[in-house]
C-alpha cells in the first residue's frame, strides 16, 4: 500500500538550516508530482512546494520563496525539502503528499507529519 | 497568488445533519478546487477533486459543486468521523493556496 514516511523535523534555531526527507513505497514515485504542506499551531493547512515527477518543473509559496529548495530522488524513491534561514513563522507540522496522477495538482495520499520547531 | 475564502470558520451539527461548506476564489479558477478533511494529528484525506469528482473510497454522502469563482461541499446525514476541519484547495495557478479552513464541531 501507498507510505509516505516524513523525517528530519525537530527543534532550530532562528537563521538555522534543516532538511526534511519522505521515504516513498508502495507506489512507482517517479510517476507523481509530490508536495510540502504545513500547518502551523493553530493555523490552517498552506502549500509549501510542489515539484513534478521529473524534477523540472517547481513552485514554491512565496512566503519560502528563496529560502526553502524542493527536491527528489527518483531512484531512492525520495522527496526533500532544504530550508534555510528559518523563522519562528515556520514552525509547524510539514506533510509531504502524493498527487492523484501525473500532472495532477490534487494530493490523495499524505504522511503522518513531522514537527520543525524554530525558536531560540 | 489566487486567495481561496471558506465560510463559515466553524459550525456546530448534529449527528444526521445536513451541512454546507462555502469557498470562494478571488477570481475565476474554472473547476480546478479541491476538498480535504483533516482530523488533528492525522494526514489531509482528499474527499472531492475538480470541483464535483468524489475520490476512490470516499463515502457518497459527501458532494461538491461550483465552478468559477465560487464552491460548496455538501455533507449529508453527518455521521460520527466526519467532525474534522475542512480545507478547499485550488490548482488552477502557482502558486496551489488553500481556504482557511471550517471546523465542524458536535452541537
Known amino acids: 500500500q501507498v507510505q509516505l514516511v516524513e523525517s528530519g523535523g525537530g527543534l532550530v534555531r532562528p537563521g538555522g538550516s534543516l532538511r526534511l526527507s519522505c521515504a516513498a513505497s508502495g507506489f512507482t514515485f517517479s510517476d507523481y508530482y509530490m508536495t510540502w504542506t504545513r500547518q502551523a499551531p493553530g493555523k490552517g493547512l498552506e502549500f509549501v512546494s510542489y515539484i513534478t515527477s521529473s524534477g523540472n518543473t517547481i513552485s514554491y509559496a512565496d512566503s519560502v520563496k528563496g529560502r526553502f529548495t524542493i527536491s527528489r530522488d527518483n531512484a531512492e524513491r525520495s522527496l526533500f525539502l532544504q530550508m534555510d534561514s528559518l523563522r519562528a513563522a515556520d514552525t509547524a507540522v510539514y506533510y509531504c503528499g502524493r498527487s492523484r496522477g501525473d500532472g495532477d495538482h490534487d494530493f490523495d495520499y499524505w504522511g503522518q507529519g513531522t514537527l520543525v520547531t524554530v525558536s531560540s | 497568488d489566487i486567495q481561496m475564502t471558506q465560510s463559515p470558520s466553524s459550525l456546530a451539527a448534529s449527528v444526521g445533519d445536513r451541512v454546507t461548506i462555502t469557498c470562494r476564489a478571488s477570481q475565476s479558477i474554472n473547476s480546478f478546487l479541491n476538498w480535504y478533511q483533516h482530523r488533528l494529528g492525522k494526514a489531509p484525506k482528499l474527499l472531492i477533486y475538480a470541483a464535483y469528482n468524489l475520490q476512490s473510497g470516499v463515502p457518497s454522502r459527501f458532494s461538491g459543486s461550483g465552478s468559477g469563482t465560487y464552491f460548496t461541499l455538501t455533507i449529508s446525514n453527518l455521521q460520527p468521523e466526519d467532525f474534522a476541519t475542512y480545507y478547499c484547495?485550488?490548482?488552477?495557478?502557482?502558486?496551489?493556496?488553500f481556504g482557511g479552513g471550517t471546523k465542524v464541531e458536535i452541537k
Open positions: 484547495q485550488q490548482s488552477s495557478s502557482n502558486p496551489l493556496t
